[in-house]
């Protein structure tokens, strides 16, 4: 059974930082990993897809790489703001659904 | 705009009232879920349609059921809810169901007393 896990659960960071989230799963057998953002009481908004085939992806300041041998994935995030605080899921998909972290509290301080 | 929409966005009900929680999205797409998420368990598929009638089971199907007529719509349907089924709902829909970004709607929050 695929089991995705989030380290830190929390994280804490003064503005300007740059920063790294991890993600690893337990079965490389996937379709693609996703990186999602979630606001309090709001819902997801994806942030990156990385498809199984591929090794990274961009997105302004923001980075998120693949190694599926190993089940890892990082989110980079450069010249962190206080707007990015949030909490960040990562999903793997396998046979027609996401499996989900618990995801990384962030706070990104003033 | 392309989205997801879910309503309603907040319902608090009794046990064993019979509810409806809509899903409709307006991008054509074939793949539609739903997930709940809950303290500590993170999110859960309950139910998931490939295709216009077409539905399976997620992880979490018990007390849940749905139904896909249209392309556009995926409601779930908790025919008596339970206390335990107080969660945060959410839909998502995405081109197919494999390789494609999925898109999420805005969530329902759902107490049952």
């Known amino acids: 059974k695929q089991e995705v896990t989030q380290i830190p659960a929390a994280l804490s960071v003064p503005e300007g930082e740059n920063l790294v989230l991890n993600c690893s799963f337990t079965?490389?057998?996937?379709?693609?990993l996703q990186w999602f953002r979630q606001d309090p009481g709001k819902g997801l908004t994806s942030l990156l897809l990385i498809q199984s085939s591929q090794r990274e992806q961009t997105s302004g300041r923001l980075n998120a790489s693949l190694d599926k041998s190993s089940g890892r994935s990082t989110l980079y995030i450069a010249a962190s703001q206080p707007g990015d605080s949030a909490t960040y899921l990562c999903?793997?998909?396998?046979?027609?659904?996401?499996?989900f972290g618990k995801g990384t509290k962030l706070t990104v301080n003033p | 705009e392309a989205q997801v929409t879910q309503n309603p966005r907040y319902l608090i009900t009794v046990t064993g009232k019979k509810l409806t929680v809509t899903c409709s999205q307006n991008?054509?797409?074939?793949?539609m879920s739903w997930y709940r998420q809950d303290p500590g368990l993170g999110l859960r598929q309950i139910y998931y349609s490939m295709n216009v009638e077409v539905t399976d089971k997620g992880d979490v199907p018990e007390g849940y059921k749905v139904s896909r007529k249209e392309k556009r719509n995926f409601p779930l349907i908790l025919e008596s809810p339970s206390p335990n089924q107080t969660s945060l709902y959410f839909c998502?829909?995405?081109?197919?169901?494999?390789?494609?970004?999925?898109?999420f709607g805005p969530g329902t929050r759902l107490t049952v007393t």
């Open positions: 991008m054509n797409h074939e793949y």
């Open positions: 998502a829909s995405s081109l197919s169901g494999q390789f494609y970004e999925q898109y």
């Open positions: 999903a793997v998909e396998e046979s027609e659904k996401l499996v």
């Open positions: 079965d490389s057998a996937i379709y693609n």
